[in-house]
Every structure is written in structure tokens, then in C-alpha cells.
């Protein structure tokens, strides 16, 4: 195995050993929305904590997701991560911290096919997280409008008032007025939930630059998986586990 220092995690290269998967329940979200995510959280969470402990502390979560313990050319490590797609024997590339007992995994990667793995809702930067969110809200934004306007034309026809010209003007006073409150409205709550999130971003961050890519705020896993998807890959291929070249 061989560490290389980034920051705040390690980038390690070996073989994978002695691996245990296990597929477990945990509240990732509100843990992070509580502020326990980032590479010390998830180290101090993991931490000491053995496999019938771990299962307590999940009772009430509601993920899914695969947690992992394993030896990296003898050295050992553990870590959450959505889905983990590799196998015993694999030669991967692993961004991980060492909390004093062991190697505590956030991302991997195996070079042979570009597959990555990561800890869960990590798979976008800060950057890409803010663009996607507002592309949500938007979205809202425009359907919300556009059922407005339908409506205000079926309460018309109703009243038997509509004409033509009635909505226009009515689509005039909407435009002005309702439409910048709504872009109001929501854009504060697409940047406040865009905030609450945050965390995960930030942890990805951490773990593309652990890689060594470039511009890792602007990295979407998503994204480039569907434009590297292979065949062969599995159904949770590119929601859950990723590609990046």
C-alpha cells in the first residue's frame, strides 16, 4: 500500500483483502443536517465501533447502504459507502483518514475500469451541488408559474370573463409581479437547502481532490457516469456507484 498525503485524507493504492460487506440502515441526511458530516465526523463515528455496535446505532436510520471492513495490503479499513462494487482481490485506489486504529475509507476507485465509490449523497462539489439544486428549484419555479396561469384562465372560463386580451393582461400583472416573488421565495429556499446540504459537497471535495482530479467543485458524478456508462454495468450504476475518468 501506498500512502499519499492531500490535505486532510490520504491517497492509498493496494490490494483488497479479508473484505466484509455488509448491507445496513442509517440516517445519513439528518446526520448531516445535525452537522456530522465531514472526514472527522465520519472518522470519530466509526471509530471503536464494532460490528453488533454499528448495528444498534443504525436502527433507526433509513438508508440503505453497503459498510465495508477490509485490509489494503495488510492495512486495516473500514468505511460507509452507497453501493461498494468491488471484490476481493481488487487492485483499488482508496482516499481515506487514518483515526489511530485504522484506515477509515471515503472514496475508492478501481483503475482497471474507472469505477468510484463513495460515502453517501458525495458524489458532487460545492459548486456542482449549488447548480443542480437551483436547476431543481427552477424547475419548481417554472411549473408553479405556469400552473398559476392555467388556473387564473379555468377560474376565468368559469366566471365567464375570459378573453383573450383579460389574460394577456393578466399574464402581464403575473410576470411583474408574481413571477419575481416566486424567484424570490424560492431561490431563498433552494440556497437554504442547498446549505443544509452542503456537507456532502464538501466531503466530496475532499475526496476528488484525495484523487488528485481537477476542479473538484465542479465534478458531478452523476453526470459523467451516464456519459461513461459501459455495458454491463448494474441497475445502481451511476445513482449509487460511478465513473470517472
Same mark, same amino acid.
Given at each position: 500500500m501506498t500512502p499519499q498525503w492531500n490535505d486532510k485524507a490520504s491517497k492509498l493504492t493496494g490490494k483488497i483483502a479479508g473484505l466484509r460487506r455488509v448491507r445496513r440502515s442509517r440516517d445519513f441526511v439528518m446526520e448531516q443536517l445535525g452537522g456530522g458530516v465531514g472526514a472527522s465526523a465520519v472518522s470519530a463515528g466509526l471509530a471503536g465501533m464494532g460490528? /453488533?455496535?454499528? #448495528?444498534? /446505532? =443504525? &436502527?433507526? %436510520?433509513?438508508e440503505k447502504a453497503d459498510f465495508v471492513e477490509f485490509t489494503l495490503d495488510g492495512q486495516p479499513v473500514r468505511g460507509w459507502f452507497w453501493r461498494f462494487p468491488?471484490?476481493?482481490? *481488487?487492485?483499488?485506489? $482508496?482516499?481515506?483518514?487514518? *483515526?489511530?486504529? #485504522?484506515?477509515? /475509507?471515503?472514496g475508492a476507485r478501481r483503475p482497471a475500469d474507472a469505477l468510484v465509490a463513495v460515502y453517501p449523497h458525495c458524489f458532487e462539489g460545492r459548486r456542482a451541488h449549488y447548480a443542480s439544486t437551483f436547476r431543481f428549484w427552477g424547475i419548481v419555479v417554472g411549473a408553479v408559474f405556469l400552473f398559476m396561469m392555467c388556473l387564473d384562465a379555468i377560474f376565468a372560463m368559469f366566471k365567464g370573463t375570459f378573453s383573450l386580451a383579460?389574460? &394577456? %393582461? #393578466? @399574464? +402581464?400583472? @403575473? $410576470?411583474?409581479y408574481g413571477l419575481p416573488a416566486l424567484v424570490l421565495v424560492f431561490g431563498f429556499l433552494a440556497w437554504r437547502g442547498g446549505r443544509k446540504t452542503e456537507g456532502f459537497a464538501r466531503m466530496a471535495e475532499t475526496i476528488f481532490a484525495?484523487?488528485?482530479?481537477?476542479? +473538484? %467543485? %465542479?465534478?458531478? $458524478?452523476?453526470? =459523467?457516469?451516464? /456519459? &461513461?456508462?459501459r455495458e454491463g454495468d448494474g441497475r445502481d450504476y451511476g445513482t449509487l456507484y460511478f465513473r470517472y475518468q
Open positions: 460490528g /453488533a455496535a454499528i #448495528a444498534i /446505532a =443504525t &436502527l433507526d %436510520s433509513t468491488f471484490d476481493e482481490g *481488487d487492485d483499488i485506489e $482508496l482516499v481515506a483518514e487514518h *483515526d489511530g486504529q #485504522a484506515w477509515i /475509507a471515503y383579460g389574460q &394577456l %393582461s #393578466a @399574464y +402581464a400583472v @403575473y $410576470l411583474a484525495g484523487f488528485g482530479w481537477r476542479d +473538484a %467543485s %465542479s465534478i458531478n $458524478l452523476r453526470k =459523467t457516469s451516464r /456519459a &461513461l456508462r
